[in-house]
């Protein structure tokens, strides 16, 4: 069976870290996903509210490098918790629990406050950031389809 999801949007709000007992890293957030379609009578698009739960490394990166209205992207699983209430109403709850975080705009484009220096690119979850490659490992090739080796 096959538990994966994909989200891409806004942080509707800061994340908020916390830690549990034994001191794991957990971070909660609220993504902003815009639906795909318009309504017919050319009113606005809506968008969904996702709930995300990050743990760990995760948890602390999405935290210290994300930020309100910023674009994210996310991938983990979705998973149904049930929880009360305070007035003793049984609730069930979707939310996505986080595997890997993905920057989905640059600090320029989410940010028109001034200037912002990239931090060392981190790794987590798999994910490192691509260095630039030197300009010297390309060439110009002909419009000659022969010289192509396949």
Same mark, same amino acid.
């Given at each position: $069976? =096959?538990?994966?999801?994909?989200? $891409? &949007?806004? =942080?509707?709000? /800061?994340?908020?870290?916390r830690?549990?007992? #034994?001191? +794991?890293? +957990?971070? %909660?957030?609220?993504?902003? +996903?815009?639906? /795909?379609?318009?309504?017919?009578? &050319?009113g606005?698009?809506?968008? *969904?509210?996702?709930?995300?739960?990050?743990?760990?490394?995760?948890?602390?990166?999405?935290?210290?490098?994300? @930020?309100?209205?910023? $674009?994210?992207?996310? /991938?983990?699983? =979705?998973?149904?918790?049930?929880? @009360?209430?305070?007035?003793?109403?049984?609730r @069930? @709850?979707a939310?996505?629990?986080?595997d890997?975080?993905?920057?989905?705009? %640059?600090?320029? *484009? &989410?940010?028109? #406050?001034?200037?912002?220096s990239?931090?060392?690119?981190? #790794?987590? &979850?798999?994910? %490192?950031?691509?260095?630039?490659?030197?300009? %010297?490992?390309?060439? $110009? =090739? *002909?419009?000659?389809?022969?010289?192509l080796?396949?």
């Open positions: $069976m =096959l538990n994966h999801i994909t989200i $891409m &949007g806004r =942080l509707v709000r /800061d994340p908020e870290l830690r549990t007992g #034994s001191g +794991v890293a +957990v971070a %909660s957030f609220c993504v902003a +996903v815009d639906r /795909d379609f318009a309504p017919k009578d &050319g606005e698009r809506k968008a *969904d509210f996702i709930n995300c739960v990050a743990w760990r490394q995760t948890g602390e990166f999405i935290s210290k490098y994300f @930020t309100k209205g910023r $674009m994210i992207v996310v /991938d983990g699983r =979705l998973e149904m918790r049930d929880w @009360t209430d305070r007035d003793g109403n049984k @069930t @709850t939310e996505v629990i986080v890997n975080a993905y920057f989905g705009d %640059s600090k320029r *484009d &989410g940010d028109s #406050s001034g200037s912002y990239a931090p060392a690119a981190p #790794s987590f &979850g798999g994910y %490192s950031a691509p260095t630039a490659a030197p300009a %010297s490992d390309f060439a $110009m =090739l *002909d419009d000659n389809d022969a010289q080796p396949f």
